[in-house]
């Protein structure tokens, strides 16, 4: 009689000899349960809310001490940085809403007295159009939302009038540059990024003045680089906006094209624009078409050609973790929470998020962390719509890990290298407009913004959806 071996030993014997590490296993694995430990954890939302607080006014008041009226503080010479040759106030009109929100009505009212006593875009600088629409048009209308002081508008609707000429060209697509004093355009080279990306502002400019010709210029340069899609319904990472014709023809959801695609999906949520949503339809469509990419690493989006969707390169990087708040949003709840998970493999490389790694290999190709809020905003969406906690326990090791290899003497500083941890001296204004403002977010009460009600651009700056 030969012995039976019984089938669960033999199940038990077969992980014993395999190890925990075996993909067939993947759930058992040491690294899966120390993952399950933490999301298990509980988390004081409470707590950590006013953590991330804590670190904002850090942050701030190494502003105030040693770049007040500037553009960005520099926190390791403790100095400062002006993006032109004259400040714009960069820092304080990206951070304003941030400490509406926060409750910081102290370091608000300062804040409000200095870009209503001090900004004036009466200067003969050229500027970039699309960073200037995003960070100050954008956080004028939040801020103006958010107090109902007219001053804010009064001074968006002025920066926006010396904006309106990089639409003059022979398409209707914005030039990349404008001096503010002269209307002077340059830069007939540009990305759908910068070309598609300022209808949220001027759409909402248009609806809160009446002015109609804001709104209808941006739609015209939106409309205009949508109908220059490839014939299987990419678009390209450049195009001359004088000739409409494509100069680079690698498509993806990176840097360069990211808020087209963005700008799509939350224009039709902010105004119910049917066209944004065929076009939004169309083109998610084709991404998950031909960008799309099941790896054994995990789900991500990758590159390929417009014309043809062959793919060229497997790359992806912190700009892409955007993607996962769209697909929420746009309600494909699976694939947000297959591309965030991929993303949070990225993240915990090397304890913090590089810049851009192929993900075939998992090998960092860009190693420098600029203090990105991307991954952090897609994490806050996916609470939102899961109310998963393990939404938190990522908040939770995005905020230490940033307060660990990032806080300096006065605030915080980007990565040369998320390897070698070496940092570099510098602390953009989207640090306090997004990353602490979106981690907050992530811990905050409810009662604090109400999500329904609001469509962030790209800059993290709330504008509402029904107001009258």
Not at 247 to 253: G, P
Request: with cysteine.
């Amino acid at each position: 009689m030969k012995y039976k071996f019984p089938i669960s030993l033999f199940i038990i014997t077969l992980i014993i000899i395999f190890g925990f590490s075996n993909p067939i296993f993947g759930k058992l694995n040491i690294r899966s349960h120390s993952f399950t430990d933490k999301q298990n954890e509980k988390i004081n939302k409470k707590e950590m809310a006013e953590k991330v607080k804590q670190e904002f006014l850090f942050a701030w008041n190494g502003y105030k001490k040693y770049a007040w009226g500037h553009d960005e503080l520099k926190p390791i010479s403790d100095t400062y940085r002006d993006w032109y040759s004259s400040s714009l106030l960069m820092t304080p009109v990206d951070a304003f809403d941030t400490m509406v929100l926060m409750g910081l009505k102290k370091e608000a009212a300062e804040t409000q007295k200095l870009i209503l006593d001090s900004l004036s875009f009466d200067k003969n600088i050229t500027v970039k159009f699309f960073e200037i629409n995003i960070r100050l048009v954008g956080g004028l209308l939040s801020s103006y939302e958010l107090t109902r002081n007219k001053g804010f508008l009064k001074l968006a609707e002025d920066l926006a009038n010396r904006l309106m000429p990089v639409f003059n060209s022979k398409t209707g697509m914005p030039y990349r540059y404008i001096n503010l004093k002269t209307g002077k355009v340059s830069g007939a080279v540009s990305n759908p990024a910068e070309i598609g990306s300022c209808i949220i502002e001027l759409g909402t400019l248009s609806k809160l003045t009446g002015n109609p010709e804001y709104f209808n210029k941006a739609k015209r340069a939106l409309t205009a680089l949508y109908n220059r899609r490839s014939n299987i319904g990419l678009v390209g990472s450049e195009i001359s906006i004088e000739t409409g014709k494509w100069v680079n023809t690698n498509s993806s959801i990176t840097g360069g094209i990211d808020s087209y695609y963005e700008y799509l999906l939350k224009r039709w949520m902010l105004f119910g624009d049917k066209d944004c949503e065929r076009m939004w339809k169309t083109s998610i469509t084709a991404i998950n078409k031909y960008l799309a990419d099941k790896a054994s690493t995990g789900f991500w989006y990758g590159h390929a050609d417009m014309n043809t969707g062959k793919r060229i390169s497997t790359h992806f990087g912190a700009l892409d973790a955007f993607f996962p708040a769209e697909l929420v949003l746009s309600g494909d709840l699976k694939r947000a929470e297959a591309l965030e998970a991929s993303c949070y493999k990225m993240w915990n490389l090397e304890g913090i998020e590089p810049e851009q790694i192929d993900y075939s290999y998992m090998k960092i190709i860009s190693p420098g962390y600029p203090l990105r809020p991307e991954i952090i905003e897609s994490a806050y969406y996916l609470y939102h719509y899961t109310h998963s906690k393990k939404y938190l326990q990522m908040g939770k090791t995005f905020f230490n890990n940033i307060v660990k290899y990032c806080k300096t003497n006065s605030g915080f500083a980007e990565l040369k290298s998320v390897i070698t941890k070496q940092k570099r001296d510098a602390m953009e204004s989207f640090f306090l407009a997004e990353t602490l403002k979106y981690l907050y977010l992530l811990f905050a009460p409810a009662k604090v913004l109400d999500f329904n009600k609001v469509i962030f651009n790209t800059e993290g700056h709330p504008v509402q959806r029904n107001f009258k």
